[in-house]
Structures are given as C-alpha cells and as structure tokens.
C-alpha cells in the first residue's frame, strides 16, 4: 500500500519557521517529482512548491518564493519543506504529492497525495 505521511504541522506566531516532512511507503519515489500543495480555510487547494527526481528542477509559487526551501532525502523516501517568515495567510492544511515529473505536479496532475498536516500562523 502506498502512502504519503505528513508531519510538522503546528501552531506558530507569524515570522517564525516550521519544517514540514512527508515520508513515502510501500514503494521508492527516488524516481517521482515530489511537492507540496495548500489548502487555506475557505479556499481551493494550491500549489507550493516541486522538486524533480534529482533535485534539479525545483520551483515555487510566487507566495512562497524566498520563504520556503523544498529539499528531498531519496534514501529516505522523504521529502520536505523548510518554512520560514510565516505570515498569517500561509495558514492552511498543506498537502504532500507525488508525480510523474514536475509539470504535471505543478498541473495538479499527481498519483498520490498526502492527508495532509495542519498549519497555522497567529498574528
């Protein structure tokens, strides 16, 4: 059975930095684009951020860009995104994906997805 696994997640006030991890199972990603997506409360789930199978290809939304570092770990299955100057708006339940390469990430177009991990980012 293969799953996506958030964690991380947490309550913190705003300039602060949280570390999100998605670990991968019951097959290896080594070779899959990996990312990040977001839902805020009321909204549409969004693109953050992908990075391609060797780390080559790496890209951001224009919201998160300069704040967020995605980085992956392929002997551990694991990807992760580093957050740091939180605001407020960046609250959301933040969504781990896995895809073919990273257009079709970035397209929404993803084989698997995380439970996803709250985030929350006082004021």
């Known amino acids: 059975q293969v799953q996506l696994v958030e964690s991380g997640g947490g309550l913190v006030q705003a300039g602060g930095s949280l570390r999100l991890s998605c670990v991968a199972s019951g097959r290896t990603f080594s070779g899959d684009a990996m990312g990040w997506y977001r839902q805020p409360p009321g909204k549409m789930r969004e693109f953050v951020s992908v990075?391609?199978?060797?780390?080559?290809?790496?890209y951001y939304s224009n919201s998160v860009k300069g704040r967020f570092t995605i980085s992956r770990d392929n002997a551990k299955n694991t990807v992760y995104l580093q957050m740091d100057s939180l605001k407020p708006e960046d609250t959301a339940v933040y969504y781990c994906?896995?895809?073919?390469?990273?257009?079709?990430?970035?397209?929404?177009?993803?084989?698997?997805w995380g439970q996803g991990t709250q985030v929350t980012v006082s004021s």
């Open positions: 990075i391609s199978w060797n780390g080559n290809r790496i």
């Open positions: 994906a896995a895809a073919l390469d990273t257009n079709r990430l970035r397209n929404g177009n993803c084989d698997y």
